[in-house]
T-cell receptor, first 111, second 113 residues
């Protein structure tokens, strides 16, 4: 079944890099996603990676996928105060359009 | 181009009452999914509607039901509300093979007292 695990809290100084980690258990996952949720808001899709890829870079965001260990990470370069939010990883599977989310990582950026 | 819109934004109900939440999908999207996000947790999939039918369902009781209209908008109904139903309810729209095209609304914050 679907089970996504995330650690809970990360504090980072403005300008530094942030790395958020996620572990998933379902090896049949097709897509893996990173969503951002700011206080009082819905979920904003940041990036996604197809399961046959190892890495994807999109401006300040780098996603790394280790399929052997079922480990997904998101690196945010040059972290800004606007990056303070909760970050969720999620997975979906072929033929199944629903998303399974982790519990989220809260990132606090210190000016 | 409007994204996903949900109404109302906040709602307070009494235990045992019934509630209806509404969602209008993003233009061009015809599939609507509903998620429940309890405080401090990740969203949990409730169900998904496509072509006015429930296509998939998560592990939620029958008190949770839904509907999709011909214009693709959707309603989530919860009967016999429990205190534990207090949560942020998120609507997401996509195209049918929306493996990467989910767009979420800002949610409806439901408080059951």
């Amino acid at each position: 079944g679907e089970d996504v695990e995330q650690s809970l809290f990360l504090s980072v100084r403005e300008g530094d890099s942030s790395v958020i980690n996620c572990t998933y258990t379902d090896s049949s996952s097709t897509y893996l996603y990173w969503y951002k949720q700011e206080p009082g808001a819905g979920l904003q899709l940041l990036t996604y990676i197809f399961s046959n890829m190892d890495m994807k870079q999109d401006q300040r965001l780098t996603v790394l996928l280790n399929k052997k260990d079922k480990h997904l990470s998101l690196r945010i370069a040059d972290t800004q105060t606007g990056d303070s939010a909760i970050y969720f990883c999620a997975e979906s599977m072929e033929g199944n359009n629903r998303l399974a989310f982790g519990k989220g990582n809260q990132v606090v950026v210190i000016p | 181009d409007a994204g996903v819109t949900q109404s109302p934004t906040h709602l307070i109900k009494t235990r045992g009452q019934q509630v209806t939440l509404r969602c209008s999908p993003k233009s061009g999207h015809d599939t609507v999914s509903w998620y429940q996000q309890a405080l401090g947790q990740g969203p949990q999939f409730i169900f998904q509607y496509y072509e006015e039918e429930e296509r998939q369902r998560g592990n939620f009781p029958d008190r949770f039901s839904g509907h999709q209209f011909p214009n693709y908008s959707s309603e989530l109904n919860v009967n016999a509300l429990l205190l534990g139903d207090s949560a942020l309810y998120l609507c997401a729209s996509s195209v049918p093979r929306g493996d990467y095209g989910y767009t979420f609304g800002s949610g409806t914050r439901l408080t059951v007292v």
